[in-house]
């Protein structure tokens, strides 16, 4: 069973940054596109960030020039480095590959002053 383990959530001021990290099990890693997803209480689950095998990149609109996802395949680990919070990214935040696995537990990012 695949997992995937996410981390470096927290409390943070408007303005202010935050590097996510999220590890997983996935053989093979890769080969697989990864993405970052964000939720909040009652909304869907959207997508914030796709990385493909390639490293080529593409971010919701309302992120763009302020989060950047990276790729560690030696590691099995994908990132995202938030900056700039604005208290709209509050969520929880997941990642997953393409096609999707069972999803983690997510990390809470809480942005307010």
């Known amino acids: 069973q695949v997992q995937f383990v996410e981390s470096g959530g927290g409390l943070v001021q408007p303005g202010g940054s935050l590097r996510l990290s999220c590890v997983t099990s996935?053989?093979?890693?890769?080969?697989?596109?990864m993405a970052w997803y964000r939720q909040v209480p009652g909304k869907q689950r959207d997508m914030v960030a796709f990385i493909a095998s390639d490293h080529s990149t593409n971010y919701l609109d309302s992120v763009k020039g302020r989060f950047t996802i990276s790729r560690d395949n030696a590691k099995k680990t994908v990132h995202l480095q938030m900056n700039s919070l604005e208290p709209e990214d509050t969520a929880v935040y997941y990642c997953n590959s393409f096609p999707r696995k069972d999803w983690g537990q997510g990390t809470q990012v809480t942005v307010s002053s």
């Open positions: 996935l053989s093979d890693f890769g080969a697989y596109p």
